[in-house]
């Protein structure tokens, strides 16, 4: 396998995957909750896994039909996460940052969430997935070109190396996040996240103008 592949595809999904949007913070909150975790994780890996081979494998069709437009779309996207990096920076230096509802918890302790069927949450689960559109721009086009642009040989490696990332993220977010949930109560923890995501992101659009 090749390993700067595998690596560079890891490293691209961890500065994507990191941010807190709708999805994230649905897994974050059922996690804190500790309701129907297992399947929740199991939906967004297996969804994740769907998009990035998509991704790649489609991008790659397209780079060799059409690289002029893909390249192009490409630069869109590094302009977008630009912005969303700079976004993030405005938002960690923000006074009053908005912090996780932890529904009144106290002291690090979580109180008894209400009891949800398992067919809501999954209908929620799919739809924070498959319907954001920012998953389509992560994956296709962000992800997707840029293992488009791996020799032929490492687009593999490099898909498994996003892979990686998205399966330790997600299982690590949803069975975690009871742990954390007494640090993200304080807005100064979401200030700091919001910071070093915006570095990231700007870093890996930088990397990726070649």
Same mark, same amino acid.
């Given at each position: 396998?090749?390993?700067?592949?595998?690596?560079?595809?890891?490293?691209?999904?961890?500065?994507?995957?990191?941010?807190? @949007? !709708? =999805? &994230?913070?649905?897994?974050?909150?059922?996690?804190? %909750? /500790?309701?129907?975790?297992?399947?929740?994780? #199991? +939906?967004?890996?297996?969804?994740?896994?769907?998009?990035?081979?998509?991704?790649?494998?489609?991008?790659?069709?397209?780079?060799?039909?059409?690289?002029?437009?893909?390249?192009?779309?490409?630069?869109?996207?590094?302009?977008?996460?630009?912005?969303?990096?700079?976004?993030?920076?405005?938002?960690?230096?923000?006074?009053?940052?908005?912090?996780?509802?932890?529904? @009144? !918890? =106290? &002291?690090?302790?979580?109180?008894?969430?209400?009891? %949800? /069927?398992?067919?809501?949450?999954?209908?929620? #689960? +799919?739809?924070?997935?498959?319907?954001?559109?920012?998953?389509?721009?992560?994956?296709?086009?962000?992800?997707?070109?840029?293992?488009?642009?791996?020799?032929?040989?490492?687009?593999?490696?490099?898909?498994?190396?996003?892979?990686?990332?998205?399966?330790?993220?997600?299982?690590?977010?949803?069975?975690?996040?009871?742990?954390?949930?007494?640090?993200?109560?304080?807005?100064?923890?979401?200030?700091?996240?919001?910071?070093?995501?915006?570095?990231?992101?700007?870093?890996?659009?930088?990397?990726? +103008?070649?």
């Amino acid at each position: 396998m090749n390993g700067f592949a595998f690596s560079h595809g890891a490293a691209l999904c961890a500065s994507l995957i990191v941010t807190i @949007g !709708a =999805q &994230n913070a649905y897994v974050l909150r059922q996690g804190i %909750q /500790r309701s129907h975790v297992g399947k929740i994780v #199991t +939906l967004c890996t297996l969804s994740d896994f769907a998009l990035i081979a998509a991704g790649v494998g489609g991008a790659s069709a397209l780079v060799g039909r059409y690289p002029l437009f893909v390249h192009a779309m490409l630069y869109v996207g590094l302009a977008y996460l630009v912005w969303f990096g700079v976004s993030a920076w405005r938002r960690a230096l923000k006074p009053g940052h908005a912090v996780l509802d932890a529904n @009144g !918890a =106290q &002291n690090g302790q979580t109180p008894a969430a209400p009891v %949800q /069927r398992a067919s809501g949450v999954i209908l929620t #689960t +799919l739809a924070l997935t498959w319907l954001n559109p920012h998953v389509y721009l992560d994956t296709f086009l962000l992800i997707g070109t840029a293992g488009a642009r791996e020799p032929e040989g490492a687009r593999v490696a490099f898909a498994l190396g996003a892979m990686s990332v998205s399966a330790v993220w997600f299982v690590g977010l949803g069975y975690g996040a009871r742990v954390l949930a007494p640090l993200f109560k304080r807005a100064t923890a979401w200030r700091v996240l919001d910071g070093a995501i915006g570095s990231m992101v700007l870093l890996i659009a930088v990397t990726q +103008l070649r």
